[in-house]
């Protein structure tokens, strides 16, 4: 199983289109060790040739310009793809919105939870995808799922699991829904198997807190893509770029005592990897003390093409 990080950033990118703050001004002046990143997406595939995307970043277009695994092939059809599903783990921009570059005709499949689906389907520009060649096919939670696109199996086999999350920010004003860190659906988690192999791993990309439940599951797994927006919980409100906390987004952060890095210290996880990474986080910065710090702590930072073959 051939897995690529298409974007390792999470909402706005690195940089971030208005961000002047000092991590977006230095990846935009590109100083060393300030690499830029895309929005929030991963690429899987059982077999090099037909891939399912995880998440579908506004960025998407970039991505596949960057990534010739995602090309139509030259010898095939005048019109084709190798992307063959998308699967979508909650409703917000960064990971949605990237549907709409593949409008044009070519068939694939959409695959999210139900909640996530409803909100896919409440908004009608996503039918640029057309759903009768584009199908949507709710991910059930807590059982394993062969993916397949119109009949053909992809050679992987996904489990989503809810995890601790919110609403899509866009929809926060429009919900009575208010408690943030519910465990409703609308954020998911996905362990991804190889079929034929049973080889695996885990794309937490948003996540509130790390429960017991979410710990039971991953314990002694080989590898995680997990969510490392923000590195301390205020770190946006004292850069002066917004006034709201991690854990008022739903994510939890990468250090303090409720933070990531303390509560994988002991789930023997082997291969850890941060993605889904804001602008204001230090890590970012190949040489700050907070990355070393998450380096000690057995910590991958994810880039755009970082590539991992299980
Ligand atoms: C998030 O991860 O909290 C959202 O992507 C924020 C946003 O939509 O800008
Ligand atoms: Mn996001």
Known sequence: MLIKVLGASAGGGFPQWNCNGPMSASARARKPGFAART??????????HRWVLLNCSPDL??????????WPDAKGPLR???????????????HIIG?????????FTIYGSERVLATINANSVFNVCNP?????????????????????????????????GKIALFLEDSSDRKSFGSRDGDTIGLKV????????????????EVD???????????????????????EMIRQGLLNKTGARMGHISISGSNGSMAAFKDLDVKRKIYVHINNSNPVLDDNSPERKVAEKAGWEVGYDGMEIRI
């Open 39 to 48: 929005q929030s997406s991963l690429a899987v595939s059982a077999d090099g």
């Open 61 to 70: 277009r970039e991505q596949i310009a960057h990534n010739p695994e995602l």
């Open 80 to 94: 084709n793809s190798p992307i063959k599903a998308v699967i979508v783990t909650n409703a917000d921009v960064d």
């Open 99 to 107: 549907l709409i570059n593949l409008r044009e005709g070519t068939p």
């Open 132 to 164: 009768a060649i584009v199908p949507r096919l709710e991910l059930p939670l807590d059982r394993a799922v062969a993916i397949e696109d119109h009949g053909e199996t992809l050679g992987l086999t996904i489990e989503a699991f809810a995890v601790p």
């Open 193 to 208: 198997t190889e079929t034929a192999t049973g080889r695996f791993f885990y794309y937490v990309p948003g996540c509130a």
């Open 212 to 234: 017991v439940p979410l710990a039971d599951r991953i314990k002694g797994a080989p590898l995680i893509f997990f969510d490392g927006t923000l590195y301390t919980d205020d």
